[in-house]
């Protein structure tokens, strides 16, 4: 039996900055994870890998706009070979950190055999590990949906995840899903040329974003890429070298086919085998309180598993917050505050969001004043002649505190961080207005658009 103070069952943002944190405080920390490297599905298969995609089609884009050149037929194979190379270094990098911060790392999975007993299962050993502390860091993995043919679809991880099955550009696309992978990915793809399709079951995309920020994001898409609403996929089926899926469309059956059909309708949490005999679970999440910790004291759980947040930023502040509890003793010293975590969506063009919108402060009855800056006005969006979009900033009409804000456009990703900070901060809108943000760069942007009140 090996004795741990602090277990962290996941190596992904979840996982490791906690570990670290708390192996730099003098704590004995196993983490395990069975990919055998850190930065969890995020590194692997999810946000690195797929903005690495997104900055070359956005090259590609931009040099076809600009430069009036095409990119070469091995231009996603050579995307794909650098999106590798970008994982690697990240992989080599976290293990650097893994030897400075002292953390012991073990590729294994592990099993929950009660609330402060564990199984570590290596390729070739088991461990019995026993912990003080132990932090559930398990993630998500991808969920098809149950319709007939879904073996028959692809997934982001053929696409995103280290050593892709997918390293052809496919000529013709179909993406079943409205969420932001399948968005994120249409644009992309569309970008590079591949003709694209996308069948969004309702007559809404992008649920979880605020309908005014989505209108405006679809009406600036590509009209190039065929977005199809209410439009619920029936099946999935083979066509000679070819896969459709059928959709039906008011009271008839149609079918759209290309050289795959890429279903992104969701993710389902993953928990480590045996946690649900001590610990009742939330549709397969895990709850915790605002301070990280189950329903059972001493165990924790962090980032997506927990069903809160998919960001793995929030995953990283979340880890820290259990960190910090830890090192507390168990108390809870720290909260997460969900509201206040930036939420970029990486499409053409990206958007960006924080907080208070108006669609959630017309449910919680806040009154909102708005300020907002046309990038039709932005030196940059000029520049690259992208001029779809804006900076909008909400304040609470009481306080004239910022509480929430979204961007449209090119930078939006970026922009967004500072009026994130803002809202944190509890900053006012005359603190934006008097801020000499720098030019000529977007975020300045968050200056006009304060100023446009006063
Ligand atoms: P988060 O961002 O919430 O940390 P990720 O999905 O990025 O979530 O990472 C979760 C990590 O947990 C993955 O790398 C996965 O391999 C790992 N994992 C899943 N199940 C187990 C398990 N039973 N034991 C150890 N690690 C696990």
């Avoid at 490791?16 to 599905?41: E, H, I, Q, T, W």
């Avoid at 994982?87 to 650097?96: N, P, S, V």
């Avoid at 052809?168 to 993406?175: F, G, H, S, T, W």
Wanted: glycine share 10%; charged share 25%; with cysteine.
């Amino acid at each position: 039996m090996t004795s741990v103070d602090v277990l962290v069952i996941g190596g992904g943002g979840g996982g490791y900055p906690g570990a670290f944190r708390l192996s730099k405080a003098g704590y004995s920390v196993m983490m395990v994870d069975p990919k055998g490297v850190l930065g969890g599905n995020c590194l692997y298969s999810g946000c690195v890998p797929s903005k690495t995609v997104r900055e070359m089609c956005l090259l590609a884009a931009r040099a076809r706009r600009f430069l009036r050149i095409e990119p070469p037929n091995s231009f996603f194979r050579e995307v794909q070979k650098h999106k590798d190379e970008v994982q690697e270094i990240r992989f080599e990098q976290h293990r650097e950190e893994i030897e400075e911060n002292g953390t012991e790392y073990v590729k294994g999975e592990v099993q929950v055999k009660g609330p402060r007993n564990y199984l570590v299962k290596t390729e070739d050993k088991e461990l019995e590990v026993s912990a003080r502390y132990a932090v559930i860091a398990t993630g998500t993995e991808v969920e098809r949906p149950p319709i007939p043919g879904a073996e028959l679809a692809i997934t982001s991880d053929d696409i995103f995840s280290y050593r892709p099955s997918i390293v052809d550009l496919p000529d013709e696309l179909v993406i079943v899903g409205g969420g932001y992978i399948a968005f994120e990915v249409a644009s992309m793809l569309n970008a590079l040329g591949t003709k694209v399709h996308v069948l969004v079951r309702s007559d809404r995309a992008l649920r979880e974003v605020d309908k005014r920020l989505v209108d405006m994001f679809l009406a600036a898409l590509d009209k190039e890429i065929d977005v199809k609403f209410n439009a619920p996929t029936l099946a999935i089926e083979k066509r000679g070298s070819r896969v459709a899926a059928i959709y039906s469309s008011g009271s008839t059956k149609n079918e759209v086919s290309g050289q795959h059909v890429l279903v992104a309708t969701g993710r389902r949490p993953v928990v480590p085998k045996g946690l649900e005999a001590v610990l009742q679970l939330n549709r397969g999440f895990v709850p915790t309180n605002d301070g990280m910790e189950t329903a059972i004291p001493g165990l924790f759980a962090t980032g997506d598993v927990t069903g809160k947040s998919t960001y793995f930023h929030a995953a990283v502040r979340e880890s820290l917050v259990a960190a910090h509890n830890i090192m507390a003793g168990g108390t809870m010293i720290d909260y997460m505050n969900l509201r206040d975590i930036p939420v970029a969506i990486f499409t053409f063009p990206p958007m960006a969001y924080v907080g208070i919108t108006p669609e959630l402060a017309s449910k919680i009855g806040i009154r909102l004043l708005e300020v907002s800056y046309p990038l039709k006005r932005d030196v940059m969006a000029q520049v690259y002649d992208e001029r779809v979009g804006e900076v909008r900033i909400f304040v609470d009409r009481d306080n004239m505190r910022v509480v929430g804000g979204w961007v449209l456009g090119e930078d939006a990703p970026d922009v967004i961080n500072e009026i994130a900070l803002a809202a944190q901060s509890g900053l006012n809108l005359k603190d934006l207005a008097e801020f000499a943000g720098q030019h000529p760069v977007p975020f300045e942007d968050i200056s006009y658009a304060a100023r446009s009140a006063l």
